[in-house]
């Protein structure tokens, strides 16, 4: 249970109003500005000399820049788009309206957040910040993971284009559906039952929940608003700049002519494919295309574990869940889900 900000004051866990938070960091426009600063810079560059850039540099180098600004391209949209839900959920949404709608009981309960990803178009980048302003705004943490793993499959655009690349072939987009559907139940199962659920979330951000709770609406919503859009851009921000870089330097690193020769193994393909994901990073709403490519090579089941497993656990991803959940906690649900997405795609391979 969540003590009050004033309760955790007193014991010295949560500073007052206005300092600094557990960790060292205060939420304010520096990460912000640093980012912007980034983006500003390397879009200056780009314009100012087009040709000149890239001439003296390696080839694995100018491989690393455009695999990692591609990654992060595609990904700023959806962040963006995910925090101003997260600022509409935190601020705007009636207080309790979200609580009140859902089913009381907890296996109901978790069905129905994870179908909320039908009604929010948004990838798995922009799922973060919305699952932070669930967590804020009541849910269980096993409820947000719940969502955070299901809404980038079961989002309609994902639907649509897995079907505009597979259509109904070899059960695919069913199986992304289904198989992503019960692997976020499972996962939200499994830390349901856990007896300390505040323990999963990083200190920083508990405190900010804390904080939250005990906070009441002064400056109105609007001002509420830009602070939150502020804070949450702040802590986003960093961590997709990390987990695009990597994902930049692991592509470079690995070469892709060894996941392709593994295609047509039941085993390996589906090892690879998934290992692939995992480097790649691409949008939930856009990897079907990605991997269509990959259809003439690899079984069905590799393609689905590669559909399945990316849009829950990534380079990328895993970047902007550190700044919500512990490291222990990403490494458990990691785990969890690419054992069940192995199995899905292997199972899929022998039924196909």
Known sequence: ???????????????????????????????????????????????????????GMTDSAKDFATLGISVLIESLPFVFLGI?????????????????HLPKRGVLRRIAVSLIGILVPVCECGNVPLTRGLIM????????MTFLLAAPILNPITIITTYQA??????????????GFLIANLVGWIYSRHPRPNALLTPQFEAACTAQNGHH????????????????????????????AIAGIIQVGIPR????????NPVWSVLALMTLAFVVSICSNVDAFFVLSFGATFLPGAIVAFLVFGPMIDIK?????????????????TCVVALCAAVLGLAVNYVA
């Not at 705004?137 to 947000?144: F, M, P, Q, R, S």
């Not at 109904?168 to 289904?178: E, H, K, P, Q």
């Not at 991803?317 to 512990?326: K, P, S, V």
């Open 1 to 55: 249970m969540l003590l009050t900000r004033t309760q955790l004051a007193d014991t010295g866990t949560v500073p007052r109003p206005g300092a600094r938070i557990p960790g060292g960091k205060r939420p304010g426009v520096k990460g912000l500005l640093v980012g912007l600063a980034l983006v500003g810079l390397l879009v200056a560059l780009r314009m100012s000399a087009p040709q000149s850039l890239t001439a």
């Open 257 to 264: 002519d060894v996941l392709v020769t593994l295609g047509t």
């Open 137 to 144: 705004k009541g849910l269980t943490v096993a409820e947000a």
């Open 166 to 179: 597979f259509g109904w072939d070899n059960g695919i987009l069913v199986s992304r559906i289904a198989g």
């Open 217 to 244: 609406d002064d400056g109105g919503r609007l001002k509420r608003s830009v602070r939150l859009f502020t804070r949450e851009t702040s802590a986003m921000m960093p961590a997709l700049f990390i987990g695009c």
């Open 84 to 100: 101003f839900l997260s600022v509409v959920v935190q601020v705007w949404l009636p207080e309790g309206f979200l609580l009140r």
């Open 317 to 333: 991803m895993l970047a902007l869940m550190r700044t919500t959940f512990t490291a222990r906690t990403l490494i458990q649900i």
